[in-house]
């Protein structure tokens, strides 16, 4: 049998997963790994389907996505931001993932030179792999954003694309405009991955690259926004240069988009101003509460979070972090990201979700502040740490 022409290590957090499913204490298992806010969508919007709805659904759908999802995507982006974008480049896809790999695939060459944050999405070096490039660690600043003083000297005659994710994942950090600004003025198709844009703890929206001139591509979706990562809709905004082979692309990767998730999106954009308020209403105390938990329990943890669902606690300096997280699954019961899923050089943290249950989040950070205690109690006595680039307390 011919061995297979690309693949890829299994990533870290999957691999916890199936230890906490094995784990052998006698603790109930908690998971704070994956990326799913617990935010209760049902209690606010109806999601239910007729039988007159299943009709619609049915058949094949359009290869960009239903005109009828467009458009309001197209309406949202008015209202929210005042971004005109014509329908003819908002293209329906797979969740998020599959506007990357889309926008990528229109990028991406044998060769070619991408730009990503050195500490970011797991599935960015992936993807870029997967059409034959070569993905570039680019530095942050001290709030996490792409380094604007590194970010020049890793441009080459090869770069086909830079990637910024804001807000990010997994600090929460945000970019200002000027930022998006700056990093858009190279000359360089930027690929702005939006998927937290939404859910800001300030009740504003986070800056889009919508709002910039260029040729340049947004990733955005709805499993983060809205809390339905099930129901696999993203959608990718590119440039009317792009817009004909875009569409030529992504009809070889689905022919078209889920349907049924098409329709829910419908609805969810429908009541977005409600649904988005009440997220971003959840977030802020259980974002809170999680760091309440870590003072209570002398975790250090990153303070300075401004969006999305995750916290950062620090490791004892030379710890790896798949090692930790695996202990802490195996016999601690407790499921987390290790940040080496984010990172070629392990960045020494575990990634935590704070949307679950109160008695979760509390529950699994004092289970880690046994382990971290066992493992050396005195890196818990000071609540001002700084490794790896993090600033906590």
């Given amino acids: 049998m011919p061995s297979p022409i690309l693949t890829f290590p299994p990533m870290g957090i999957d691999k916890i997963s199936t230890l906490l499913a ?10 704070l790994a994956f990326g799913q806010s617990d935010f209760p969508i049902q209690k606010y919007l109806d999601l239910t ?26 309406s949202f982006y008015a209202s929210t931001l005042g971004v005109e974008l014509p ?4 293209l ?20 070619s030179e991408v730009i990503i944050p050195a500490v970011g999405y797991a599935a960015y070096p992936r993807i870029v792999k997967m059409f ?11 709030e996490f954003n792409l380094s604007l003083h590194r970010l020049p000297d890793l441009i080459t005659a090869k770069t086909a694309a830079i990637i910024v994710n804001s807000p ?48 340049h591509f947004v990733v955005n979706g709805f499993s983060k926004s809205f809390a339905v990562p099930g129901l696999r809709i993203g959608f990718l905004i590119v440039p009317p240069s792009y817009a004909e082979a875009a569409e030529s692309v ?7 988009p889920n349907l049924i998730g098409q329709l829910l999106a419908e609805r969810l954009l429908e009541q977005a101003p409600v649904l988005l308020k009440a997220h971003q209403s959840y977030l802020r105390p259980c974002h809170n509460f999680f760091l309440d938990a870590c003072d209570r329990y002398s975790v250090p943890a990153l303070r300075n979070s401004q969006a999305g669902f995750y916290g950062i606690i620090q490791l004892p300096e030379g710890m790896d972090s798949m090692t930790a997280a695996s202990i802490l699954a195996k016999d601690y019961a407790v499921a987390t990201a290790p940040g080496k899923d984010f990172a070629e050089t392990d960045p020494g943290f575990l990634r935590v979700n704070f949307t679950k249950s109160g008695q979760d989040v509390s529950e699994g950070v004092r289970r880690i502040a046994e382990f971290l205690a066992k493992v050396n109690p005195e890196q818990l006595q000071s609540h001002s740490l700084s490794a790896s680039g993090l600033s906590l307390s």
């Fill in 22 to 31: 094995r784990n052998q204490s006698h603790c109930r298992p908690i998971s």
């Fill in 49 to 74: 389907l007729q039988a007159k709805d299943l009709e619609k659904v049915l058949g094949y759908g359009d290869i960009a996505g239903q005109m009828s999802l467009r458009e309001k995507i197209s």
């Fill in 87 to 90: 329908v003819s480049q908002i």
């Fill in 92 to 111: 329906i896809t797979d969740g998020a993932t599959g506007a990357l790999v889309l926008a990528l695939g229109l990028l991406v060459r044998p060769g």
């Fill in 132 to 142: 034959g490039g070569i993905p570039i660690s680019a530095p942050l600043d001290a």
């Fill in 168 to 215: 990010g994942n997994p600090h929460g950090n945000i970019a200002s405009l000027e930022i998006l600004a700056e990093i858009a003025s190279f000359g360089i198709p930027v690929i702005f991955d939006e998927v937290y844009q939404l859910m800001t703890f300030g009740g504003d929206f986070a800056p889009s690259g919508t709002q910039l001139p260029g040729e």
């Fill in 250 to 256: 992504k009809v070889l990767l689905n022919i078209c």
